[in-house]
């Protein structure tokens, strides 16, 4: 835990280490659809474990249990913004809880022209 206080990446709980950077996990996006006509009007971002071996739920934990979950969920949202742009998505839906709201200005901004609604979980 001191280590991780420290802002070390790499942290060793028990015989797992535990290595947190831009590839830990991956971006992914749902699409939206209307009911009507049935067509796509925005996409949803979500985080994946690359290696396909955890569920969202599981990373999280894993990462909270070594005091790293804040900064799991920045690179999700850097990650998640940056790809959408390379992508070219026009409206995307975001999660971010209040502790990474307060910060939103310093994590990346999206594109000219690109509509982001922010999804505030507890």
């Given at each position: 835990?001191?280590?991780?206080?420290?802002?070390?990446?790499?942290?060793?709980?028990?015989?797992?280490?535990?290595?947190l950077n831009d590839q830990?996990?991956?971006?992914?996006?749902?699409?939206?659809?209307?009911?009507?006509?049935?067509?796509?009007?925005?996409?949803?971002?979500?985080?994946?474990?690359?290696?396909?071996?955890?569920?969202?739920?599981?990373?999280?934990?894993?990462?909270?249990?070594?005091?790293?979950?804040?900064?799991?969920?920045?690179?999700?949202?850097?990650?998640?913004?940056?790809?959408?742009?390379?992508?070219?998505?026009?409206?995307?839906?975001?999660?971010?809880?209040?502790?990474?709201?307060?910060?939103?200005h310093s994590k990346g901004?999206?594109?000219?022209?690109?509509?982001?609604?922010?999804?505030?979980?507890?």
């Amino acid at each position: 835990m001191y280590a991780a206080k420290r802002g070390t990446t790499k942290i060793q709980t028990g015989t797992r280490p535990v290595t947190l950077n831009d590839q830990t996990v991956e971006a992914h996006f749902h699409p939206v659809f209307k009911l009507e006509g049935g067509e796509v009007f925005a996409y949803e971002a979500l985080s994946r474990d690359p290696h396909g071996q955890e569920t969202v739920m599981e990373l999280f934990a894993r990462f909270e249990g070594v005091g790293l979950l804040g900064e799991l969920k920045e690179i999700c949202f850097r990650q998640q913004l940056r790809r959408a742009i390379e992508l070219g998505i026009a409206r995307l839906f975001l999660n971010v809880d209040f502790q990474l709201l307060k910060s939103l200005h310093s994590k990346g901004e999206p594109q000219a022209g690109m509509e982001v609604v922010l999804e505030i979980s507890e």
